[in-house]
């Protein structure tokens, strides 16, 4: 109470005792996501002055109808065009027979102009997705989805592996954040296959192996409300892959901490509007250091990434 008086009797206004913290870096995915588009184009265009007939090319399977799935495709054909390599989609209807796929990949495996195969998901129900997607050569497995190219990451993630391009495209941002990661600490929410997994163990593998050294905890929907609560503030880096939107909130996070937000959640606010939310909360720009938007922060650098691999996977089997 004296110290308020002492203020007072000087004109200091309280106010003047709180200093505001700056907002977080909102990271540009596009952005990079140009950056790694232009490295494609060029390193066609020099792999075309030594060899005119390199045209790298993937085939995308789409089965049945998921209107997500039709957006995602026609962008990734778009970006194909604007990266100088061709990408074609071929759409199958919702009740095709597995072994018509199978047979149809067989025949992409095995047809040379063809570098990377794509198995658009989700797939219907009546489908093996993990029968399916190990059907794709992995010289061709330009999602890195397959036992074999997803194996090969465990043992390392240098510019040889086909990695998946979500894992990629977290690499590639944390690369461009500068950021010290030896001994952090990092949060992964979600243990996908193919998402979450991937990226806790890129983050924790050795640097000698293209990874981060992070000491990586994996946590996901059976992990309790205390023990997520008590790694995230602990965190230097939390990705978030888990696919529930407002999961991680400024009361979750450490000041100054790194979030990249792989979470696509397709919502109806209380207007009617669909909209595309990630799974963290507006309110972590208050405490964050970087933070990457939904919309336009890992989801452009995802797709970019998909071109990458056709152009190693192209490389792999041309040169
Ligand atoms: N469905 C949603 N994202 C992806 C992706 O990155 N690859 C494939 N194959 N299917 C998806």
Not at 39 to 61: C, D, G, H, M, R
Not at 256 to 262: F, Y
């Amino acid at each position: 109470m004296q110290f308020l008086k002492s203020l007072h009797s000087k004109n200091i206004s309280l106010k003047y005792l709180f200093i505001r913290r700056e907002l977080a870096t909102i990271f540009n995915g596009h952005q990079l996501a140009n950056k790694i588009k232009r490295e494609v184009k060029e390193e066609i265009l020099l792999n075309q002055s030594f060899k005119s007939s390199f045209s790298p090319q993937f085939v995308a399977i789409a089965v049945g109808h998921n209107p997500a799935s039709k957006i995602y495709l026609e962008k990734k054909q778009e970006v194909a065009e604007e990266c100088g390599l061709k990408g074609q989609v071929i759409h199958l209807s919702e009740d095709t027979f597995e072994s018509k796929i199978l047979g149809l990949i067989h025949d992409l495996n095995e047809d040379p102009s063809i570098h990377g195969i794509i198995v658009q998901l989700p797939l219907p129900l009546h489908l093996s997705e993990i029968q399916i997607c190990n059907a794709v050569h992995p010289s061709k497995d330009v999602d890195g989805f397959t036992q074999t190219n997803l194996g090969k990451l465990m043992q390392k993630t240098t510019e040889s592996t086909i990695l998946p391009c979500t894992a990629l495209a977290v690499k590639r941002i944390v690369e461009e954040l500068k950021m010290i990661t030896l001994g952090k600490n990092a949060v992964v929410i979600g243990r996908s296959h193919n998402v979450g997994l991937p990226i806790s163990i890129i983050l924790g593998a050795d640097m000698t192996k293209g990874g981060f050294d992070m000491t990586t905890v994996s946590c996901h929907r059976a992990t309790p409300t205390h023990q997520l609560t008590r790694a995230c503030l602990g965190a230097d880096l939390i990705v978030s892959a888990a696919g529930v939107p407002g999961l991680v909130n400024k009361y979750l996070i450490k000041p100054g901490s790194i979030l990249i937000d792989v979470g696509l959640n397709r919502i109806r606010t209380a207007a009617g509007k669909n909209i595309v939310v990630g799974d963290m909360t507006k309110d972590v720009n208050e405490v964050a250091g970087v933070v990457t938007p939904v919309p336009g922060g890992v989801g452009p650098c995802t797709v970019a990434c998909l071109m990458y691999n056709t152009l190693l996977a192209a490389k792999l089997q041309n040169l």
